[in-house]
């Protein structure tokens, strides 16, 4: 009887060891891995949340980009960068858009700068700044459409310089005022050539009252570049006047008029 208890608990005992034996594996091989397993999942669901959270910001530098419409999104422009817009309504629902240059442009194509004021400025930012008609941005028409230009009221579009080739001395102009004689200084009479920003227009003429051998340049697609000025105005003008430029319809008489017997500045230069 006695051997039979002891047989009996022999087996009890293998029995037991070897169940500490697979418990002792299971944490020692097992659950390790197991663990290898969890911190993988982890660091894949990780990653899905950062293409998730990269998904919601857009960075513009130096490109164009198209689209209905950016909904919940930061969008970040620098350099000379374009956003393009051709939806109806709340194109930016839920963004924020940032213009951190003052070529960074944001384009309406089916919005009126009246509706782009009051219904979508408020998600737009200069430079950190909320955006405000008249005051850190330019919101005017665009063809059937509106664009945001991040200028302010103090920028000055005209750079106009004493040698060719954008050398020698060199001043920048305001718009809306009238350079004279007096206003232009050591510039009357001295201005071979210049450098008018995108979005703006210009008028040269010989004489101060802004008649004689007048000319007109606009920089509608590009900054536009004079490197030599022609014979009629080196060192000839003693009239400057700088004004924004608007895209309107090309069907209105006036603009027909100003294509055809003007210049204007292109992305190529100068056509007429």
Known sequence: MCRLETTYQKRRLSRSLLK????????????????????????????LTCLITTSNALSLRGSTYRAESVLGQTVTMDDHS???????????????VHLNSEDAWLFFHSITPEEVISGQLSRVRVNGLL?????NVRVVQHAQGSVVIPHDVDFRPLRVHTAQNFTGQSRDLSPHILYRGVELGGFAQAIRSFVLKRGWMVCFANNESGTENSRVFIAQDSDLEIPVLSSELDRKIRFVRVAPWRWVSKKEPWIRALMNSKHRGTTNGISG
């Open 131 to 135: 955006a405000k008609d008249g005051v």
């Open 20 to 47: 500490r034996i697979a418990v002792d594996i299971f944490y020692r091989i097992v659950h390790p891995v197991e663990g290898v397993a969890m911190r993988l999942i982890s660091y894949f669901f990780s990653f």
């Open 82 to 96: 374009e956003l393009h817009l051709t939806g109806l309504g709340s194109p930016l629902s839920g963004s924020t």
